[in-house]
């Protein structure tokens, strides 16, 4: 195989479909930033919508906002216009809350509607709160918890034909390692084997096109923050299937998921569709930049999408290779998502060199460096950069300055 050039990585920036997208966010200067599977760039429109939000519809309109400026609404409509992201009805879902939040209405709500079994079934090495948040549920219903190994479909399927598990929890793109589970595939063995599915797509939604609907998906949470761009701590979606809108209980029932919460009732009466997973009042300056970035991704394909985070993960293993780190990440493209892992016994002094240079990616304890490719706003031109630099940190053992050995609070 002829290796692949820098003028090769330009000339397919110029035929990329998707390049005129980098102008829509605000990057700084002299940045490669491979890290926005954690936290996504800034979009250009942003910072005049909160603007607009908090001089005009707050500062000017004050409380007439919660009508004319359609606050109240808002978890709402950004739920619809998210809802083609993952493939789902827009009345199927919302946007309000935490990750952590959601998934612990999911779950509840999952357990209630499978009320003849008591198990959560979770996965090993899942993301810490889905782990933490599994066993308050279990504690607090009075259900038990196990946990498989995601990739093993052997040992998944044997997990699922004990035939007393109420709920599986995946995440459908592991953070660390980047793995793809099939999610048709996985929930047709679970709804076979009489198991209600929540799916976490932190680390899949933005990244890759999403059939929840297609899928037969019961329940689904994932948050805003990562490749959805939509800023730190940024209000997180649910999703619940259609037709388990009439029977589905979240047990968070604030006056936003009633039915007619300006009637001030004393009784609960959920509202209609996924909104009754909503509680109580939500982030509406937060909302302002999630609705920022989700009107950009109206316009995005997700086909072509899913064409270049392939071809630029594929760039960065190849180009890569010669620093002789291990490959964590499935070789098989159709099994990750937008990111690559590899493993280094000292990945936390080689990422704090790498970002030294301007290349960002993270660690995460107690081996893995992760590199997350957005493709709205990486070029192949940066994928080579960055696979170079990482190739010259490792092999002239830059990493080895003592500088870069000291850890920080947030890796
Ligand atoms: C990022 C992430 C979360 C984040 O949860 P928060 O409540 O937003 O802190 C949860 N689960 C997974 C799998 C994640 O990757």
Known sequence: MTPITRPDCVRRDDEDPLAGFRREFLLPEGVIYLDGNSLGALPAAAPG???????????ERLIASWNDAGWWDK????????APLVGAAPHEVVVGDGTSANLFKALVAALRLNPERHVVLGEKGNFPTDLYITEGVAEIMGAVERRVDADN???????????????????????RTGALRDMAEITRLAHANGTLVVWDLCHSVG????????????????????YLNAGPGAPAFVFAAQRHHSAARQPLTGWHGHARPFDFSGEYAPAEGASSFLSGSQPVVAA????????????VDLR???????????LFIEQTRS??????TPPEPDRRGSQVALRHPEGYPIVQALIARGVVGDFR??????????????????????????????????WRDPRFAAAKAVT
């Not at 919508?49 to 500062?59: C, K, L, M, P, Y």
């Not at 990244?207 to 990562?226: N, Q, S």
Request: aromatic share 8%.
């Open 49 to 59: 919508r909160i603007a607009r939000t908090v001089e005009h519809e707050w500062g």
């Open 75 to 82: 978890p709402r409509a950004l739920g619809a216009k998210l």
């Open 153 to 175: 479909r052997a040992a998944l399927a044997g997990a699922l034909a004990a035939g007393d598990v109420a709920v599986l929890l995946l995440s459908h793109v592991d953070y």
């Open 207 to 226: 990244a890759l096109p999403i059939e929840l609907a297609g899928c037969g998906v019961d329940f689904a949470v994932g948050c805003t923050y990562k």
């Open 288 to 299: 302002a930049a999630l609705e920022a970035s989700l009107d950009l991704w109206q316009r």
């Open 304 to 314: 072509l999408l899913r064409e270049k985070s392939v071809a630029l993960t594929e």
């Open 323 to 328: 620093a002789g780190l291990d490959l964590v």
């Open 365 to 398: 304890a107690p081996d893995v460096l992760r590199f997350g490719f957005a493709p709205l706003y990486l070029r192949y031109a940066d994928v080579f950069d960055a696979a170079s630099a990482l190739v010259e940190v490792v092999r002239s053992g830059q």
